[in-house]
């Protein structure tokens, strides 16, 4: 059973930065895609970024292009995720996600592991 467990979730200024790590356990790490998605109160959860098993292709959403950097350390079992230059609408609760399942990584659809979330608060 594989165990996603997130961090680094907190409480920023707008302009600031936090990064989120996720550390997996009991998959195979080194060999999956990971993903980070976001759900803000009473909105749908959305795709914030991917990256492929070997770290090589990135894909993120147009709002946090140039703000954002997802990475990962498969020695480490671990993804991360940059987050610089913060803005309120980045206040969310964010997960980390693997295993994609075929579809589009930009659907909630399409990732079969889920962790509990980590929530980033950003103040004006």
């Known amino acids: 059973q594989v165990q996603l467990v997130e961090s680094g979730g907190g409480l920023v200024q707008a302009g600031g930065s936090l990064r989120l790590s996720c550390a997996v356990s009991?998959?195979?790490?080194?060999?999956?895609?990971m993903g980070w998605f976001r759900q803000a109160p009473g909105k749908e959860r959305e795709f914030v970024a991917a990256v492929n098993w070997s770290g090589s292709r990135t894909y993120y959403r147009d709002s946090v292009k140039g703000r954002f950097t997802i990475s990962r350390d498969n020695a480490k079992n671990t993804v991360y995720l940059q987050m610089n230059s913060l803005k309120p609408e980045d206040t969310a609760l964010y997960y980390c996600v693997t295993h994609p399942s075929g579809g589009p990584w930009q659907y909630t659809g399409s990732w079969s592991s889920w962790g509990q979330g980590t929530q980033v608060t950003v103040s004006s």
């Open positions: 009991g998959g195979a790490f080194s060999t999956s895609a």
